[in-house]
């Protein structure tokens, strides 16, 4: 009974949100040593004792909340700047954040950022750093790493004659331009400024296969270590054609993984390269300098395969697995599903081909062929964001997942029975009201994560619970839960 609560709840949630409610009501009483039934709209629709122990954090516009699981405000920062879509919090209390700086006239993206921020666990700004001109800007990601640098991820103009010269077959107007994706590493220095220590670019890994005469030249099937500048994918032929939109760094094997949504791909790059090195195609521990190392998705980017091999569908969020539990060292990745027919997401988790990241090639493609695990709705079509969104693996086999678009976050057990289920309740221009119908408003959320309560940033720190985020709350029918 309740693995059916669990399964029929999400799915209809996210498809009729007052039948959710109504089946609350109905299954409780099968559920009576877990929950107590609720009418809740936004904020903690749900929680129960099997709900990991922790706390989550998510920005909206200029703040970012740390909530408990009933969903009050444990800590919270706030910004002079909207939020740039990615936010860490560090393991000495630090939050890393990314923000929005303007840049609508000249690199024109979404997710565009151009500012970094560090600020400490008072809220006091610790150090910023601006990336933002008029030929390039930092958007959607910024990485902490473990020796304290920070990695960057940003777009750099390619204006027309440089594309075409770099093999691009089409430069769309109005402004004929490319987007070129670049990873840096930052050394933060003072308050403001930082030295680049690394550098990645994906125009030094290029495969074209329409002018003999011109620059990277060659038979696309033939290099799928690097990229076909002339595949459009889901871009329309325009500037931002890639749209790499999560970066994460792997200590362990000191690699780099991309996400592109428009290429339906990841990517996995070399990082114990030399910048020097990451501009060819020799070096680094496995000797393909920056070329990638690995990819997965849809093997046509590269010549390989057809329409039925693709697998992801504007993917968010890949990375690496981390710790010793269960799924660690392979990587989860929210396929949002937009462009396939019918349109539904997926979690998936995938053992990547290869013994220490030295991935092999199997068949003319990467594998493996399918995840070894796939989350989504009974009906699948009742589980779908379009875009934004995330899924992490919890050190007890649980998943996080975040729905972005719908602003809609809740945790599954391993038989993937919801345990823990939350509705962001800031909207657009106005924080909401308990009862109020989210679907009335925007309520999306780039990402959020999940700490367990022993996360070392918490040790020695007192997380006291204040209220809801959400206008007029009502904790009295959730599990475990007052005011």
Request: hydrophobic share 35%; glycine share 8%; charged share 20%.
């Amino acid at each position: 009974m309740i693995l059916v609560y669990g399964k029929m709840k999400h799915r209809l949630k996210v498809a009729n949100y007052t039948l959710t409610i109504f089946l609350v009501y109905s299954l409780s009483v099968a559920c009576q040593e877990q929950v107590r039934t609720s009418s809740n709209t936004v904020g903690t629709i749900y929680n129960t004792s099997d709900a990991t122990d922790g706390y989550v954090l998510f920005t909206v516009h200029n703040k970012t909340y740390l909530i408990n699981n009933c969903g009050e405000v444990v800590h919270q920062w706030s910004s002079n700047y909207s939020s740039g879509k990615s936010v860490y919090l560090l393991e000495n209390g630090n939050l890393l954040r990314a923000a929005e700086v303007p840049n609508q006239e000249d690199v024109i993206i979404p997710g565009i950022g151009g500012r970094v921020e560090l600020f400490d666990w008072e809220g006091n700004l610790l150090w910023e750093y601006l990336y933002s001109s008029s030929t390039y800007s930092q958007h959607h990601e910024v990485y902490p790493m473990p020796n304290g640098n920070i990695l960057v991820l940003a777009v750099t103009v390619l204006e027309e004659d440089e594309a075409r010269e770099l093999g691009r077959k089409i430069v769309t107007p109005p402004h004929r331009q490319l987007y070129n994706e670049q990873v840096l590493e930052l050394k933060p220095k003072g308050s403001n400024q930082a030295e680049v220590v690394w550098e990645w670019n994906v125009k030094d890994h290029l495969v074209q296969e329409v002018d003999p005469n011109g620059k990277n030249f060659g038979k696309v099937a033939d290099h799928p270590r690097r990229l076909d500048i002339n595949y459009l994918g889901s871009s329309s032929a325009g500037a931002n054609w890639l749209h790499i939109n999560s970066m994460q760094y792997d200590e362990t094997r000191d690699q780099i993984v991309l996400c592109s949504r428009h290429l339906n791909e990841i990517y996995i790059i070399d990082h114990s390269t030399s910048t020097e090195e990451a501009a060819g195609s020799t070096g680094g521990n496995h000797g393909f300098g920056g070329d990638f190392l690995y990819r997965w998705g849809n093997p046509m980017v590269y010549g390989q395969g057809s329409a039925q091999d693709q697998m992801l569908y504007g993917p968010h969020a890949a990375h690496w697995v981390p710790g010793d539990g269960k799924h660690s060292g392979n990587i989860i990745i929210f396929n949002n599903g937009v462009h396939r027919k019918p349109e539904f997401s997926q979690v998936y988790i995938l053992n990547p081909s290869g013994e220490s990241g030295a991935f092999q090639i199997n068949q003319a493609t990467f594998g493996p062929e399918t995840p070894h695990y796939i989350y989504q709705a009974p009906n699948p079509t009742d589980f779908y964001s379009e875009f934004l969104s995330n899924a992490q693996v919890l050190p007890n086999g649980h998943l996080f997942i975040c729905a972005g678009e719908q602003g809609h976050f809740f945790e599954i057990d391993e038989n993937e029975k919801i345990v823990w289920e939350y509705i962001n309740p800031v909207g657009a221009s106005e924080i909401l009201r308990q009862g109020a119908h989210p679907d009335s408003t925007s309520t999306n959320v780039f990402r959020a994560k999940k700490y367990p309560a022993d996360y070392v940033a918490f040790k020695s720190r007192t997380l006291t619970p204040g209220s809801p985020i959400e206008k007029s709350p009502n904790l009295r029918d959730i599990y475990n839960c007052s005011q």
